[in-house]
């Protein structure tokens, strides 16, 4: 696997693939850790749970350069990426058995009925190269700590974060096999994933490799948790806090390179305040430093890959030849490296790829509607389902609209974010399943009934 740092377009590094030999080893280890593993009393979990995150504290610098070299992410972002992680870990072990203590049913005299929740073995997870420890954390720390063990694909172009994150594991003390990185193309996943060692798998990224696994999965009646991206609407309604929502909304859609599922990505503005958005989300988008993603200062670096770079410039290049507005960005800057500055396109066709498809890059639509309903028809106009932000000074007409929202979280006044306490994921082709939170944990679990008469 060769890794080439976007900011360059230099090859920076190159692994070995595994083989078939190394999978199988992968798998024996897996099982053999998992027998004893889940029987460990919870607690020695959750101390361990805790020690990888001061491995991951210890090691910040390290593992933040890791990731801003194969994927570009501007390093105080990755640093913090690395922060979040740590947290997640010490979430699960302080609410572990809080989220997987047994639950106690009405009973028949004379028995006692009771769901208690046991782990389902090796988990598979296909990671994508976005948020390549955060999204990683946000699987192992519960599902590991529920007494299975991880199999981690990473994606192709960040070997060098699937590495360090099973020497994080390594390092806080778990056994061998709790948690391992497999450095494996898509190609080999069915394989794995048939395989009847491995019990179920978790999946981050683009909807037809969701469709991929889930079909395998299906076929082999495994159980999945998808989580593939979306088109979130920022609705700015008449009476919000218009410099706010510009502000937060610009940084929302730009920050990792624009390159997250949960971004802001459809701008919808009622038209009493549209003119005064438009203008300050402009202001705040050209505000942005664009540059070196290993210097301190640098707010957004290059795109993960010159090819999704490629990919983001056509969906620009086609909504403005279907006749969208280009208001500032628009071409990829003229220097060595995938950069792409924030652009803002208005009046925008429906239909058009900015309009209809998943933009993963610091290009933002900008709609004017008449009123609340048009507001909500345009959110919901979308194959997506993930997130959705509202903006409103009166809080319970922001509530309200969020009922009227499909997705799988709203937040007033408030970018999305993923956060350890709540459950996060998404309905339509944003995915099924929830991570985070306690419905997170018991999402690869048997909920075993124990009725004993
Ligand atoms: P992919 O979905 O192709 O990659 C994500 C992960 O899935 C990687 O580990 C990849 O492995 C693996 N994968 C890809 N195809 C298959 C398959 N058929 N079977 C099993 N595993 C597979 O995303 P890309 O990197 O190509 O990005 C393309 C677009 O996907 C982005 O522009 C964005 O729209 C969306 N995306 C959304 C993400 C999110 O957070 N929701 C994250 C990443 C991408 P490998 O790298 O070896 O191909």
Redesign the pocket.
């Known amino acids: 696997?060769e890794v080439t740092n976007p900011a360059t377009g230099e090859r920076v590094d190159s692994y070995e693939e595994d083989g078939q030999d190394d999978v199988e080893a992968a798998l024996e280890t897996a099982v053999e850790t998992f027998d004893s593993w889940r029987d460990r009393p919870l607690q020695e979990r959750t101390d361990l749970l805790s020690n990888a995150a001061e491995v991951l504290r210890e090691n910040e610098q390290r593992y933040a350069e890791t990731m801003t070299e194969e994927m570009g992410k501007p390093i105080t972002q990755a640093k913090s990426e690395v922060e979040k992680c740590a947290w997640v870990c010490e979430h699960y072990s302080e609410h572990a058995s809080e989220y997987l203590d047994e639950k106690g049913h009405p009973s028949p005299a004379g028995s006692s009925v009771k769901t208690v929740y046991e782990p389902l073995g090796p988990v598979l997870a296909?990671?994508?190269?976005?948020?390549p420890f955060w999204?990683v954390f946000r699987f192992a720390a519960p599902y590991v700590t529920a007494g299975n063990v991880g199999l981690l694909?990473?994606?192709?172009?960040?070997p060098g974060c699937s590495e360090a994150i099973e020497e994080v594991f390594r390092e806080a003390g778990y056994p061998e096999g709790a948690f391992q990185s497999l450095l494996?193309?898509?190609?080999q996943?069915?394989g794995i994933?048939e395989d009847e060692r491995v019990k179920a798998a978790t999946?981050?990224?683009?909807?037809?490799?969701?469709?991929?696994?889930a079909a395998?999965a299906g076929e082999n009646l495994k159980k999945t948790v998808l989580?593939?991206?979306?088109s979130d609407p920022y609705v700015v309604l008449d009476d919000a806090d218009v410099e706010a929502a510009a502000e937060t909304g610009a940084w929302a859609r730009v920050q990792n390179g624009g390159?997250?599922?949960?971004a802001a990505k459809r701008f919808i503005v009622h038209t009493d305040v549209y003119d005064e958005f438009e203008e300050k989300f402009v202001e705040q988008m050209e505000s942005y430093t664009v540059g070196d993603p290993t210097d301190e200062e640098t707010e957004i670096g290059p795109q993960?890959?010159e090819?999704?770079l490629e990919?983001?410039h056509e969906q620009v290049e086609d909504s403005v030849d279907a006749g969208a507005d280009l208001l500032t960005g628009g071409e990829p800057l003229d220097r060595e490296g995938a950069y792409y500055p924030p652009t803002v396109l208005a009046n925008v066709p429906e239909g058009c790829p900015v309009d209809s498809?998943?933009?993963?890059?610091p290009a933002a639509p900008v709609y004017e509607v008449e009123d609340e309903e048009e507001a909500i028809r345009k959110a919901n106009d979308t194959q997506f389902g993930?997130g959705a932000s509202v903006w409103s000074e009166d809080r319970e007409r922001g509530e309200r609209l969020a009922g009227r929202i499909d997705a799988g979280c709203v937040y007033v006044n408030q970018l999305v974010k993923s956060d350890p306490r709540v459950p996060f994921g998404g309905i339509k082709e944003?995915?099924y399943g929830r991570e985070l939170s306690g419905a997170g944990m018991r999402e690869f679990v048997n909920r075993k009934t124990v009725w004993v008469e």
């Open positions: 696997m296909v990671m994508p190269w976005n948020f999204q694909k990473h994606a192709s172009n960040v494996v193309s898509s190609d996943v069915e994933l999946l981050t990224g683009s909807g037809p490799a969701g469709r991929s696994v395998t989580e593939l991206g979306g390159q997250s599922c949960i993960a890959r090819s999704l990919d983001l498809e998943e933009v993963f890059g993930l944003s995915g």
